[in-house]
T-cell receptor, first 112, second 116 residues
């Protein structure tokens, strides 16, 4: 089966750093994705990890440990516009179509 | 980046009517398109996967006769909600995967369906 866990909500202040964790148990693994979703909008791609380690892209970084089934998204220098839901998704090649299974998302609220 | 166009963005319909949602890849050929449904404050739930020219593969619990998917070309997929009921009210999102970059999914802007 598939199980992806992430915190439901987090709060942080403008200019701070926040880390959003994601743990997964899936029958197969072929990459982990982070998406940002503002209310009423479609998700937008943030990062992709398939090998262990840290991927840095501007203010956002994503880390993966395959042996631990663990990833985190690190957001630095938080801005008000970063208030959104952050979705962790795992690609499982076992389905034959390499579909993504999404976590329930972490709602991040950035306050002044 | 690759652009996926989805419309309509919002539709309100009466119970019992059918609604068609279109998803187009504008500047790339989508080998595979996915349809997701999202209820308020919940995650995206995959409904079905379709490859161009073949029948869609539906996830468990999704009625294929109710949610008709057609993927007639490499740039167009449609989802038709037949005989819609209020419980079908949801946010529907399509996504597409390119031939060139297998890693990324590109999402449409979503369709908010409200069935009265």
């Amino acid at each position: 089966g598939q199980n992806i866990d992430q915190p439901t909500e987090m709060t942080a202040t403008e200019g701070a750093i926040v880390q959003i964790n994601c743990t997964y148990q899936t029958s197969g693994f072929n990459g982990l994705f982070w998406y940002q979703q503002h209310a009423g909008e479609a998700p937008t791609f943030l990062s992709y990890n398939v090998l262990d380690g840290l991927e840095e892209k501007g203010r956002f970084s994503s880390f993966l440990s395959r042996s631990k089934g663990y990833s985190y998204l690190l957001l630095k220098e938080l801005q008000m516009k970063d208030s959104a839901s952050y979705l962790c998704a795992v690609r499982d090649p076992g389905s034959g179509y390499s579909t993504l299974t999404f976590g329930k998302g972490t709602m991040l609220l950035v306050s002044p | 980046g690759a652009v996926v166009s989805q419309h309509p963005s919002r539709v309100i319909c009466k119970s019992g009517t059918s609604v068609k949602i279109e998803c187009r890849s504008l500047d790339f050929q989508a080998t595979t398109m996915f349809w997701y449904r999202q209820f308020p404050k919940q995650s995206l739930m995959l409904m079905a996967t379709s490859n161009e020219g073949s029948k869609a593969t539906y996830e468990q619990g999704v009625e294929k006769d109710k949610f008709l998917i057609n993927h007639a070309s490499l740039t167009l997929s449609t989802l038709t909600v037949t005989s819609a009921h209020p419980e079908d009210s949801s946010f529907y999102i399509c996504s597409a995967r390119t031939r060139a970059t297998n890693e990324k999914l590109f999402f449409g802007s979503g369709t908010q369906l409200s069935v009265l």
